[in-house]
């Protein structure tokens, strides 16, 4: 619904969407901070999915 909207994390930089590759949360998408990859940010994160059903899971696997 709000796909459309400019994200912008604490500190007004741009988020990024990464894909989550561990534990229970296997290709659940994840809004971050553009700079946590670089050791600075805000560290706010966020889901951008809900939580994937185990038939999704399957399907990826
Ligand atoms: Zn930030």
Do not use: P
Not at 40 to 48: D, F, L, N, T
């Amino acid at each position: 619904m709000e796909d459309d909207m400019v994200r912008i994390c604490r500190c007004r930089f741009e988020i990024e969407t990464i894909v989550c590759w561990f534990d229970e949360n296997v290709g659940r998408r994840l809004y971050v901070c553009c700079r946590e990859k670089y050791g600075g940010g805000c560290g706010w994160k966020a889901w951008k999915d809900s939580k994937m059903s185990k038939q999704a899971k399957h399907v990826i696997c």
